[in-house]
Each structure stands twice: as structure tokens, then as C-alpha cells.
């Protein structure tokens, strides 16, 4: 029986949108990295520039934008024991500091190799991304995605073409039809392709939530178009939640259908711990019976003070112990102004026991956005109680998007300390802001929306 997605990869589907080209460096056990490498992807395209895995550029000041206009990447070649000849990509940036132009060139003889154009909605949504090829002389297009999104901010259709006869052919595409609460809580999405050849789409799987009183999930169902019909797969329950405006569990139970028997059986079972950085631990327990569970891995993923990844452990349990499956960690440095100047990417030798090089990236030529100052939100904007010892509630009405706000918590330093996603439902945000794991101290609250920027004082005692 195939095995379902869980929960943590789940979430990072429902609030990311992915490219055609998002990959599964590590399938089977490691599924939370699958979405980690969209969400990197992802993260990429919509402007928040890091390396390899992920890492994002900080230091951003309370009215500017610091972002990396070049970029460099090399791999390490095993053979030569060196880093090889590598790329070099330049960007251009809108106002908002979205990559509207990417620029490939080969690092030795800057020779052009492809140049990436994008385009924005009014939210800041990416619409359309066309890669085009150098051909010795000028640039030609090669391939295009288009994406399309719902009210509240999911991506609902992404159409791939490639270029042909100086013209655009379809290659295919994916698209989702989304049902939300009157809370704007998504309570299903069903998933079709489609067909180039035919131009019909056609059903893949379907998801269905259930939302509990607190208008958060509870159960998730799983299920596959077969024969003509949607098809148990599989489901999680009892979800428990340690973040539901970030979509982060703390644990839950997953269950496989047995078409045999027409019932859920028990698979498996999720717990995971969170630190204020957003290092976090999980442990994969196999469900034996209704009160026996066995470990079966854990995965580790520790964040250094800026919130990027260092490090990423896999474990089986073997023989009642953990026993390292794979691991990652990457080794940053920082300009004085805390942007990412370089950063080396190495994976876990398992017949050595020790770490090997694999990506080398350094940042450049940095620019600074103004940012545009949402002033008229700004002054709507309160923050109750303020000064407080442990939570504030941010309000905020009159948005034109719905869905995620990206938002940080900034120190007196300029240093981004958490981040954070807050959800607008009908144009309002009223969440609470969590300041209980930070120093005593000023900072500064703020929120990206597709007006402008708002910022706001709190004083944590």
C-alpha cells in the first residue's frame, strides 16, 4: 500500500505555491524534506533569496530592503577535490523586492546561459514565469508557467508551456477546486491534470478537512481518483496544534485504508517539538497495536539565531537506538550587517562519518529597497496589550489580500528574531503575536502586505 503524505508536508503544500520545477531530493522517510525543497523553491522565486537549502538573506532594516544582486554557486567536484566552475546569476528587482529578471552566465567566461522573467499580481503573488535560452547570440524562450490564485491566496492552476515554432505549446498543468468555511478555513481541494494532447482535465486526488470548533483541522482525508471514483488513501487524525496560523503540528496519528476490509488501520504516529528559532525536532512512531508504538526515525532540524537552517539530521531506530541515516548542515557567515555572504552546503558521508562538501554559494553586490510604508494601515493598526510580558494581539483591517501575510519581529538591531505568518480572512488580521521566548526589550512588528509595509512598536518587559 502506498504511504500517504503526512501532516508536515500537508501544511507546506496549503501555504506554498511551487514551479514545475519543485524537487524530492530525499523521498520515502524524509517527506518533511520534500517540502522543505518546494518551500526553498518557492521561496526563491518570491523573492526572499538564499542559497542552495534555503538560506535567507537578514538584516533588513525597519524602512529598507537588503537584498543580493549576484550570486554565485559551485559544486564540489570529488574528483578534483576542488569546487568546480560554476554560475553566476544576477537579479533585478521590482519595488517590492520581488526578482522580476534572473540572468544565468557560466563563473569563467561569463557566457549567457538562460535568463528567467517574472511576473506579479498585486499581492505579490508570482503569475508567470518565463525561462528563456541563450543560442550563442540572443536569448530565446524556452519554457513558461503561469499560475493563477483563489481570494484567499492559494494557488488554484499552474499551466507549463514550452516554445515551439515561435509559438507557445501547452505541456500540461495542474489545477485545484478549493471549498472554504465561512471562516476561511479550507475544508477541501480537489487536485486534476491536464491532458496536453486532449486539453481535458482530468481528477487526480482529493483532500477533506475537517475543522473542528476552533475552525482548525482535525482530520484530513486522503483520496485517489481510481475507476472512476475517489478512493480512500489514507487520513490523519487527532491533530494537535502548536502553531495553526504557521500550520505547524505538534502531533498526530496517521491511519492507511484497507480496501480489503473497507476500514483504517494504524500506521503511524507524529510528535514534534519547537524551539522560539524554529528549530524543531520529529519523532516517526510506528503503531503496533492501540497502546504499543515502536520509534521508527527522527528528524532534526536546527536553526541558527536568524532563523536559517544549519542543520538537518535523519535517524532510524535500530536496535533501541538512533543510528544516523542522512544529514545535511550548511556553514553561514554573515556581512557586519547580518546579510548572508556565503554559505557551504555539506552532506553526511554514513562509511566515513564525516561531512563532504557539496555547494558553495556566496551573495553580492547587495542593493537596498526603500520600502513603501503602508501609512494609512499603518495608523489602523493597534497592538493590545503593549507593553506586554508574554502575547500581543495585532489588528489590522482594510487589506485587499486574503490568506497568508508574511510578517517578522525586528530588534533594535535591525536583526529579524521570529517570523511569522498571519492569516487575513474577509481583509482582517486579529492574531496573537507570541514575544514570550524573547528578551525584554523594543521591537518592532512587521507586516508585508500588498499595500506597503506596516510597522509597529511593541515594548516587551
Avoid at 253 to 260: M, P, V
Amino acid at each position: 500500500m502506498k504511504q500517504f503524505v503526512p501532516i508536515a508536508l500537508t501544511a507546506a503544500l496549503l501555504t506554498a505555491s511551487f514551479g514545475s520545477f519543485a524537487q524530492c531530493k530525499h523521498p520515502a522517510k524524509g517527506l518533511k524534506i520534500h517540502a522543505a525543497q518546494q518551500q526553498r523553491q518557492h521561496n526563491r522565486l518570491e523573492g526572499r533569496q538564499g542559497t542552495h537549502s534555503g538560506v535567507a538573506a537578514r538584516g533588513l532594516q525597519a524602512t529598507a530592503v537588503t537584498l543580493p544582486g549576484r550570486r554565485v554557486d559551485h559544486y564540489w567536484d570529488d574528483q578534483t577535490n576542488r569546487w568546480g566552475d560554476g554560475s553566476i546569476e544576477t537579479y533585478s528587482y521590482n519595488a517590492q523586492g520581488k526578482p522580476t529578471q534572473i540572468i544565468n552566465t557560466d563563473s569563467v567566461t561569463n557566457t549567457p546561459r538562460s535568463k528567467d522573467l517574472l511576473a506579479y499580481n498585486g499581492q505579490g503573488r508570482i503569475t508567470q514565469r518565463v525561462q528563456q535560452s541563450w543560442n550563442g547570440s540572443a536569448y530565446e524562450n524556452s519554457y513558461r508557467d503561469l499560475y493563477t490564485y483563489d481570494a484567499q491566496g492559494q494557488r488554484i492552476q499552474t499551466i507549463y508551456s514550452y516554445w515551439s515554432s515561435n509559438a507557445w505549446v501547452l505541456g500540461g498543468g495542474y489545477r485545484s477546486v478549493n471549498t472554504y468555511n465561512s471562516a476561511g478555513v479550507l475544508t477541501s481541494e480537489t487536485e486534476e491534470s491536464l491532458d496536453p494532447t486532449t486539453s481535458i482535465w482530468e481528477p487526480e486526488y482529493r483532500v477533506l478537512y475537517t475543522v473542528n470548533s476552533n475552525n482548525q483541522w482535525s482530520e484530513i482525508v486522503f483520496q485517489e481518483w481510481e475507476n472512476g471514483a475517489y478512493v480512500n488513501e489514507g487520513r490523519e487524525r487527532n491533530i494537535v496544534w502548536h502553531d495553526w496560523a504557521k500550520r505547524l503540528p505538534t502531533s498526530s496519528e496517521s491511519q492507511e485504508w484497507d480496501a480489503a476490509t473497507t476500514s483504517w488501520d494504524n500506521a503511524y504516529r507524529y510528535s514534534t517539538t519547537y524551539q522560539p528559532n524554529g528549530s524543531n525536532v520529529t519523532i516517526t512512531q510506528r503503531v503496533l497495536s492501540a497502546n504499543i508504538l515502536v520509534n521508527d526515525d527522527r528528524h532534526t532540524y536546527t536553526n541558527d539565531n536568524f532563523g536559517n537552517e544549519v542543520l538537518h539530521l535523519g535517524e532510524n531506530w535500530v536496535n533501541n537506538a538512533w543510528v544516523t541515516d542522512h544529514a545535511y548542515r550548511q556553514l553561514i557567515s554573515y556581512t557586519a550587517t547580518n546579510e548572508v555572504r556565503r554559505s557551504v552546503e555539506q552532506e553526511y558521508n554514513t562509511t566515513t562519518t564525516r561531512y563532504d562538501n557539496s555547494y558553495l554559494t556566496t551573495f553580492g553586490n547587495f542593493v537596498t529597497l526603500a520600502a513603501r510604508r503602508a501609512t494609512g494601515l499603518e495608523a489602523a493598526t493597534s497592538l493590545y496589550p503593549n507593553p506586554t510580558l508574554t502575547t500581543t494581539t495585532v489588528t489590522v483591517s482594510g487589506l485587499r489580500e486574503q490568506g497568508a501575510v508574511q510578517a517578522e519581529v525586528v530588534n533594535t538591531l535591525g536583526q529579524v528574531v521570529e517570523t511569522l505568518t498571519l492569516r487575513a480572512q474577509q481583509g482582517t488580521i486579529s492574531q496573537q503575536v507570541n514575544l514570550a521566548a524573547l528578551p525584554s526589550g523594543v521591537y518592532t512588528l512587521r507586516l508585508h502586505t500588498a499595500e506597503g509595509t506596516i510597522a509597529k512598536r511593541v515594548v516587551k518587559n
